[in-house]
């Protein structure tokens, strides 16, 4: 990635962004063509990608995004889908939205790797470990286990029901419709799927992510911080030790959460109804 | 007298079978061949039939729910390439996908079969057309 920024800001030494306005910025991909995506999520994907993360220690707002915040976990993303070539575009889709990616061929493997297989039983914790799916994403119409079975399982377990599923579905029928929501469906999306979409999705998931956190209380957000200032020690990349990371900055998602989501995207409050009328609207 | 009745229930029966249609001169043409040395013929000869039309029937039962199976998964292979075509956004194969998968539902066959084709040679158009245009 190379940042042409302007203004402000020593842009020859990468290692120590200390005021980089990034509205001035201009982000080439590897090949040379501008990125169609979000700034954003371009920096965070881009850097998350090469390896490491420079931490902008700028509590600036940059177009609406408080960049300080980007240190939270990377939403971890379930996608299952039968055919080939929609879950390299869904798989896709993701990343380029900043997700983590596990896709998986069918309801079974994505039982499996969830660890609610009868077959193959996996102590899978709620905790912390690396395979906490934070959303899971479905076709509808696969052979052996639909989409809505899936859901279905996923409902019924006690570890997992709180994650939320999302449907898609090239046929847009109302009545599948309903009883995907009913069943507990955070979203019904159309295919072939759109990045504004899988944006909308990862959105109010990281939304609902950090308000969970949140009601965690005080002492979930220091052994964040605790959990933050451990890796950043641990890294090392060419970028100095963000020494200057305060810890007020850490408190700052509540402020900016509203300002996080793309102006196309409704509120993240919106019932999964509310978001579907929308989508068919469009 | 009793002999007599079952005679005319006989005769009443055979008569209604010509005039319901059930029969023809042919089922005549079968009774004429029966004499002394061939008193059951026509009997003889319908057990056969019944027999072997039993079993022709059952045969023509599983074909058809092949038939079925078979349309039903051609249904689901269309359905498939249909999902990736929209995927890719390759707009005339999917268009014609679609038109396949309509004729498909109403159960003709020769329209089925021309569908397939028109949507082979979409694909196999636009294949010709991406793949140097990839490589170049």
Redo the contacts between chains.
Sequence with gaps: VVIYAAGSGDVSDLTAPSSIDLRSVSLLDSDHSLAQVSLFDSVVSEMARNGGVAWMRTTEKIGGYDLSTSDTEEVHVLAVDDSLVDRKVIERLLRISSCKVTAVDSGRRALQYLGLDEEIQKKETNGFDGLKVDLIITDYCMPGMTGYELLKKVKESSAFREIPVVIMSSENVIARIDRCLEEGAEDFIVKPVKLSDVKRIIDYTTTELREGEQREGARAKRRGINKRKQREGDDDLSSSPPSTLSSSTSSSPSSSIQSATAPSSPSTLDSPTRRLKMTSSE | MESKHVHQQIAAMRQSFFDEEVLDEFFSQLEQLEDQNNPNFVEEVFTMYFRDSTTLLETVEQAMKTISITLAKLDKIL??L???S????AKKVLNEINKTRQVLEKGNLEGTKAGIWEMRKEYESLKAKLEPYFQV
């Design positions: 359905h498939q249909k999902g990736s929209a995927s890719v956004g």
